[in-house]
């Protein structure tokens, strides 16, 4: 993939992000995504899991937005 491709990726799962839109976020996993966040133990496996805590945690945190910093 090149460079540019790899930036518009970015670019749309941020927005995915922002949106707070866990069907547009979930549209960039694979079907054996996991999820772990960060400080805790457990890991979500599948899409399904994944989508459930993806939600639970958006509706946690309503003002929660992501800026890109950089992209290697």
Do not use: C
Not at 42 to 47: A, D, I, M, T
């Amino acid at each position: 993939m090149s460079a540019t491709a790899w930036k518009d990726l970015a670019t749309r799962y941020n927005a995915a992000w922002n949106a707070h839109d866990v069907a547009a976020i979930m549209a960039f996993h694979a079907d054996d995504t996991s999820y772990q966040r960060h400080g805790s133990p457990k890991v979500y496996k599948g899409r399904e899991a994944v989508a459930e805590q993806f939600g639970k945690d958006i509706s946690g945190l309503p003002g929660i937005k992501f800026e890109p910093v950089a992209l290697y």
